[in-house]
């Protein structure tokens, strides 16, 4: 039996695993004086590009299942950053909104991307060119 293709070079989820890891490590000293980590990081990018959204939106926004989103949802909102409204027409719908503290995060956390981009060890070309290319990926997996 042949077992090339078992070998890690051949993988593609290898260096996205990896490459994922590493990019997400460099955003640890950037978020950390903001108090918060990466996946609340993204969870407020998403509501920064559009506020009030449902529990069942942002984990559809982000690719998180309910069991991540919601202790996630729960530390932001002991921070302060987000207050977790129940529908009042059907109870099991929960709207997030930023609160005044979480709206000026967005001010402290602008500087990232362009931070960020001296971690990666490509030209803003070829970053493009992935960027275009998983966002490709991403969008057949919305349903």
Known sequence: MNYDKL???RQLCFPLYVVSKELIKNYKPLLDPLGITYTQYIAFMALWE???LTVKEL?????LDSGTLTPLLKKMEQQGFI???RSATDERIVYIKL?????ELRD??????DKMVS????????????QKMLNQYLNKLEH
């Not at 402290?108 to 991307?113: C, L, M, Q, R, V």
Request: net charge neutral; aromatic share 2%; proline share 5%.
């Open 119 to 130: 971690c990666l060890p490509v030209s803003m070309e070829e970053a493009m060119i992935l």
């Open 83 to 85: 207050i977790r409204e």
């Open 59 to 63: 984990g559809q926004k982000l690719f």
């Open 99 to 103: 609160t005044k503290k979480g709206l």
């Open 7 to 9: 070998k890690l070079d």
């Open 108 to 113: 402290k956390a602008a500087e990232i991307p």
């Open 50 to 52: 559009t506020d009030n």
